[in-house]
DNA sequence: AGCTCATGTGAACGGCTTTTACATGAGCCG
DNA sequence: CGGCTCATGTAAAAGCCGTTCACATGAGCT
C-alpha cells in the first residue's frame, strides 16, 4: 500500500500524467487482491480513470502489462535476494537461509508480484528482456551456492553449485507455492512455512556435509556428536 | 475424435448421451492444449455439440467444472502414488523416490490435472470434497514418510514424519512446477527434472542420516573409500 | 501561431459467462 | 396407450471483457 506515488510533480505527463505507471500500479492491486486471472485490462483502466481504450497505447494487450508486472517482480526480488544474501555475511550458511527466507517473505508480501511471476501462466520466455530479469534475480540464489560449494569438506565430491542452487529453488519454491500465501485459503500446517523451509535446508545442507551447528527442526535438538556430521557416504577418516 | 454418439454403449443419457462426461473430457482436452486459464466454458460446450447454456444443467458454473476435474486429478494422482508406493518394496527408500518420480510423471503425462489441481488459482478448500481427495493423496506421502521416519538411525532424533512428507511434497512440486512441464515451454537444466528431484531427495535423506545407497542393496555396503560410489549427482571429478 | 505526434475517447465487434423462459423427450403410472 | 413430470437441452438476452479503429486533443517544438 505505501507506494512512492506521493512525487508526482515532476513527471506531470500528457493528458493523465503518468498512465503507464498508473496502469501498472492499478494492476498490481487488482492481482493481489483477485489473482492474475481475476485482473481484468478494463478494470486497471476504470481504477486510472481512463476509457478501457487507452491502456492500449502503453501496452501491446494484457498479456504484456502482465509480462512488465512480472518483470519489475525479477527486479525487486533480485533486489531482496541480493540485499539478503550480503555477500555471505556473517557466515555462508546463515546467509543462505536467509535467502531462503527472503523469498517466502517476498512470496508472502508481494503476492501480486509473485503471482505474476510463476503463476501468470505465461512462457518465461515470450519476452526476452523478461527471462533476463529472471536469470538475473536466480542468479543470486547460484552465486550464493557457487560460495556455499566451495565450502564444502574435503575429502568428499564436491556438489555442482547450479545443481544446489536448482534444488534451493526448488524448496523454496514448492513451499512457498503450496503453504506460504495467503492468511486463510491454504492448507494448514503444523508449523510455520519459514520453519519448514529452514529445516528442510538445513538437511539438505546436512546431506551435503556441511556443518549445520543449528538444529534442523524444531523437534529435533542439538542432535548429533560433532563426530558424526557427515553422510553415510563419505566419512571424513 | 469425436465425443458423439460413436461410444453406442449401455449409459445412454436423454438428449446427448452422458453430457457430463463428455465435457468433462472436453475441458481435460481443452485445458491441456491452453492451460487452465485459456479453458472456456463455452468451447467445451462446443466440443460436446450442445448450446453454451447445457453445461449449467451439470455445473453451477466454469469454477465447478474445473474444480471437478480437479478432484478426479487427485483420485488418479493417488491411485499412482498408491501403486508407485507399492507399501515400500522393494526396500523403502527406493520406493520413495519411485513416489518422488511419480509426483514429476504425473505433472509431465497429465498437466491438465496437474494444472487443475494447482495452478487452476481456486482455493482448496472451497469444495470440501475436493480438499478432502487432495488430502487421501498427500496421505500416501504422508504414510511413506512414516515407515522412512521409522527407519532413522537409532543415534539421531527421529524426524516428525508429518515434516518429512511436507519437505518431499515441496520439493516435488517445486521441481515439477518450476521445470518439469513441456517439451519447449520452461527454464533449461543441466539436468533432467526427474534426475533433479532424485538428487534432491537422495541429498535430502542423507541429512536425515538415511543410507542412501541407490542399489537395493545392504545399508551398510559403503566401507568403500568415500566417492568411490557416486554421490547423488553422478561421479566426482 | 501552427504543425505534429503521442495520448486519450467513443463506438463497435465478437466472444464469454450466466440467467431466464421455453421446448423436448424419457421414464413412470394408471 | 395416454398423460404426467422432471431432467435435460435450446434460444435469447444481459452484462462484461478484450481489442480495434476512426477521431479528438493538447504538449512541445519551430
Redesign the pocket.
Known sequence: MSWRKDQGRAER????GN?KEALLQAALDLISKKGPAGF????AARMAG?????P???FR???ELIASIAQRGFEQFESLLTQAWDDGRPDTVTAFERVGKAYLAFAREEPAFYSAMFESGLPVDSNPTLMAASERAFAIIRAAAERLAALAPPGMPRPPAMMMALHIWAMSHGVASLFGRGDAARRKLPMSPEDLLEAEVLIYLRGLGFPTDRRPGTAAADDKPAGERSGPWGKPK
Do not use: E, I, K, Q
Not at 505527463?13 to 493523465?16: A, D, K, L, P, V
Not at 481484468?40 to 478494470?43: P, S
Open positions: 505527463g500528457y493528458h493523465h498512465l481484468t485490462f478494463a478494470d481512463v476509457s478501457p481504450a487507452a492500449y497505447r502503453h494487450d494484457r498479456d
